[in-house]
């Protein structure tokens, strides 16, 4: 599968975006899509993870309470709403699949052994 990310920029802290990620391929629910980001230098951080064939989701500490992982399966499309954005969530992030058709339990996703990336998408959060 092939992912497209958009929808970076910069944004104030404080402010919101929303990330998109579009799978190529007929196959879209039978995948497990993330987001990851990653600093220059920095170990890569798992953001959140969905589950399409159940719509189960995953969160790192970072995201909890001000990120939400959607889908949209008619578009082939993750997103990612980023409300209370806050500088240190400045960062390349990256959308990842791996086939995951309804094998239960997906926690072992912020080990980061997804199968296809995208090529990323900054954002800057700055005042």
């Known amino acids: 599968v092939q992912l497209v990310e958009s929808g970076g920029g910069s944004v104030q802290p404080g402010g919101s975006l929303r990330l998109s990620c579009v799978a190529s391929g007929d196959t879209f629910d039978l995948f497990a899509i993330a987001w990851f980001r990653q600093v220059p230098g920095m170990v890569r951080e798992g953001v959140a993870c969905i589950v399409i064939s159940d719509q189960s989701t995953y969160y790192g500490d970072s995201a909890k309470g001000r990120f939400t992982i959607s889908s949209d399966n008619a578009k082939n499309t993750v997103y990612l709403q980023m409300n209370n954005l806050k500088p240190e969530d400045t960062a390349v992030y990256y959308c990842?699949?791996?086939?995951?058709?309804?094998?239960?339990?997906?926690?072992?996703?912020?080990?980061?052994?997804?199968?296809?990336w995208g090529q990323g998408s900054h954002v800057t959060v700055s005042s």
């Open positions: 990842a699949a791996e086939y995951w058709p309804g094998l239960g339990d997906f926690s072992v996703w912020q080990t980061g052994a997804f199968s296809s």
